[in-house]
């Protein structure tokens, strides 16, 4: 049995198991006089708690005569955590947090969930105690970025359901929620003045069912229940490639002013806005300032993959042109490694996602090797001008493909990488020759060609998931596959107890637990 069940692990964990704390009826939250975020975050741990005890334990400023109390607090924290660490102090009577920053005081509370029984996961659990051992962690995340991606554009995923995805990001505390909101098979997000692109670039998806799309409310609203839990929404439309649902609402956005049908099928690489046309900037330029008002994120994703449409120099001219309209308009570029062909600018991101950094050129194919040589380049170029990287190695984090062939769904293009796989590489290792400093971090992106639905969305996504956020957080040379799978094991009561559908992978001893 692991000693603790923390994911992702955090800096220094002691333990003294044979002490405990326990969650009492009489049991009081107290945050410092004025911190409404820390008030906001109280309130959330009550609920939680609220669970499993009769009365929900009052979150206030002051304590009078509690025996119990969980105290989140500012003061005393050691800012050399950053904004994101903390000191967590569980003692037999009390419990502390301290954070410089609300984020901290939010992860904080994040680990003192996971070490509470998994039960009080349970919307209405039987009354129970709830005991934490005795213990002092102090942690900090190693990257900055810590992100998932979701697909709503092949297959459209409600809010609601993005909402539940956010609440199982932030218990492994991941801080990127990137939206994939538009690609060939369906435009996910009202536009004011391209009302089409929703009515008819939104009516359907992957195999023809219909599709859906977030009015501006929609999608303000999963920002905000987001950002509550300290996450932030990046949105991505893709562009110039993986447009059709946008060039079929619009014939004016086809070089040949022809509306092509709309696509229900998952091939990739056929489509593109038309860089010679005026109208494609004002189309663009429109949909980077409305989205950027909705989202407050820094970020805009510009998508830039897969383009076979145009010339290497007509792809260049047009990403370059994408990053003056976003920086104009407020934002940072981000985009996917295509896009590091073009002159990338200081501040941008570029997301890692081509198997193309594998030990060595000589692992692979002769195209792919110059493909890679082009690649690391145009990378080299970015770094130098001041952009970062985002890493999303496909063979290792895509949660799209299966976790081996006999997975009903996903995909097989770069492998198949299982529970291990996903977890068990290092960034420098697999980027040795990128700077820690030119990293901003990690991310998992889920495509969602063959996953439709909530439930397909958690079987994919779990477990290999919290390896990435461990990968994100954690340092490396904490981290060990043999060490982890037992970690990773003790999350099946928890992940039970919040109904998620997570795939019990053979490599993972998992201990479902029966107490409720
Ligand atoms: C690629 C492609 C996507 C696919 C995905 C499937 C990127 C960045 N572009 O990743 O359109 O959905 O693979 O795994």
Known sequence: MAPHALIPLPAEVRIEPSDSFFVEEGTRIVVDPGDEDGLRIGEMLSELIGNTIETMPAVDTTVAEATSVIRLTRTGADPSLGPEGYLLDVGPTEVTVRAIEPEGLFYGVQTLRQLLPARMEYQAAFPSPLGSPVAQIRDMPRFGWRGAMLDVARHFLPAEDVMRFIDFMALHKLNVLHLHLSDDQGWRVEIEGWPRL???????????????????????????????????????????????????SYPELNCDGVAPELYTGTSVGFSSLCPDLDVTYTFIDDVVRQIGAMVPSPWFHMGGDEVRELSEDEYADFVGRVQDIVRARGKRMVGWDEVALADIQDGALVQLWRPLWKGGDEALEAGAAEAATALKG????????????????A???YLDLKYDSTTALGLTWAGTPDTRESYDWRVDELFADIPEASIAGVEAP????????????????????????????SAADSRSWDEYRLRLGEQAERWTALGINFYRSPLVPWREGSSN
Request: no cysteine; aromatic share 10%.
């Open 198 to 248: 929703t009515e008819y670039g939104g009516s359907t998806e992957v195999g023809g069912r219909s599709g859906g799309f977030y009015s501006a409310e929609d999608l303000e609203g999963i920002v905000a229940y987001a950002a509550e839990r300290f996450i932030d929404v990046v949105p991505e439309i893709d562009m110039p490639g993986h447009t059709n649902a946008a060039l079929a």
């Open 378 to 393: 145009g990378v080299d170029r970015a770094l130098a001008a001041g952009a970062q990287v985002i890493l999303s190695p």
């Open 395 to 397: 063979d290792r984090v």
């Open 446 to 473: 889920l495509w969602s060609e063959t996953v439709r639905g909530m439930s397909d969305v958690e079987f994919m996504a779990f477990p290999r998931l919290a390896g990435v956020a461990e990968i994100g957080w």
